[in-house]
């Protein structure tokens, strides 16, 4: 399975939703909180050392907060939440987040905008495999799922043109199914990493299996060699 620190690294450096917290800003005048959305960074990644760049634009109250605390320590967390692709109950998969201290980063970002660099100093993840924390040296160190980039894409067409052969892997569940009519459930592919694939059986109860490939893959080539793999052992 992947690594809380993979995880959390790959919700970062993913295009699930992210909002950044500020302690305190709330008491920011009453004109720079006329857009809630301006706390949502317009993007985000992971520097070498695992610093997290945020851009924001340049009148934002997150870039006046650390503008204004100039040689303050200003703390934040970004939280991400991590929500499934395909219509299926439950669609939240998981949030992460990401504190630190915030600082301004100028010449980085173009004109009207401002790259704000998060120090971080503890990350969590709550998600399908569970809740763990992760040390900054972790998060910096982890590496970020190679499918991450086309995981929703992915489970789209999986959902749309391979239905009948996700719900054939019903078929590898075996005594698991406890005899309760997991063929009469509706299967839903949920999410996708280098290490399998995790389907959501919904129905009169609704569960999760998850489907490891033989190895792990290492690009889509290889994981259509996975997944073909897959069903033709669910259609034995």
Do not use: Y
Request: charged letters at 25%.
């Amino acid at each position: 399975m992947p690594s809380a620190a993979e995880r959390t690294r790959t919700l970062v450096q993913s295009t699930c939703s992210a909002v950044v917290l500020i302690p305190g800003l709330d008491g920011a005048r009453p004109e720079q909180l006329t857009r809630p959305e301006q706390l949502t960074p317009r993007a985000r990644v992971v520097g070498q050392d695992g610093e997290v760049f945020l851009l924001f634009p340049a009148d934002s109250p997150a870039v006046r907060a650390a503008t204004h605390a100039q040689d303050d320590e200003l703390s934040a967390v970004l939280e991400i939440t991590d929500v499934a692709p395909v219509s299926v109950p439950h669609r939240i998969r998981g949030r992460a987040w990401v504190s630190g201290w915030l600082t301004c980063v100028p010449g980085l970002a173009e004109r009207g905008f401002m790259m704000l660099r998060l120090e971080v100093g503890e990350a969590c993840v709550d998600d399908l495999w569970g809740a763990e924390s992760v040390e900054p040296e972790e998060f910096a160190q982890a590496s970020v799922d190679p499918l991450v980039t086309h995981e929703a894409v992915l489970l789209q067409h999986l959902h749309s043109a391979h239905g009948e052969q996700v719900q054939r892997l019903c078929g590898l569940l075996g005594e698991r199914t406890d005899g309760k009519g997991v063929n009469r459930q509706r299967a839903v592919p949920l999410a996708l990493d280098r290490f399998g694939l995790r389907v959501r059986f919904v129905g009169e109860r609704c569960f999760d299996a998850r489907f490891d490939f033989p190895t792990p893959v290492r690009d889509v080539t290889e994981l259509h060699r996975a997944m073909r793999t897959l069903f033709e052992a669910a259609s034995r």
